[in-house]
């Protein structure tokens, strides 16, 4: 899905993560959905655009906000998720080099948010790993699980 900015502002997105656990050993996609829209749509892709007419001052105002929230429905009286470790963790050899993303954690590790600038024009391709634990509430058992890699590009139009 494209998110863009507008020249010289910002945007901010909400976006509900729904963790699922690996099947047979393989990471699942874990569905998003940018509740901001109304009707709400999938996200597949965080693919974020900037105006390349932008001035070099209006550059480093911008931002693209998401806020991924861990979706309350697979909150449960036996089971609950939170963000782990950060909440990501970048694939190899598809990080962030130019380091436009930062994140941080809230809510109680329900809520991660990533804030997107794009100072340059050199787009850049990254992909990363959700990670978020799964505690058994009655046990107090934790397992650690990761997405399968939602991508995205920042570039400028």
Known sequence: MEFSVPQGGSNICHIDVYPATPVKGVAQDWRMVNTSLAPEKDVDRLDVQFARASTPQQRQLERMIFVFSIA??????LESWRFFQGGIMYC???ADYLDDNSFALS??????TMSVKCLTDIAESYNFSFMAVQKTNESGECQIYASS????DIRRV
Not at 107 to 112: F, R
Not at 149 to 152: C, R, S, T
């Open 92 to 94: 190899e050899g598809k």
């Open 72 to 77: 309350e429905s697979v909150q449960t009286d």
């Open 149 to 152: 890699d939602p991508g995205g």
């Open 107 to 112: 809510d109680n590790g329900k809520a991660l």
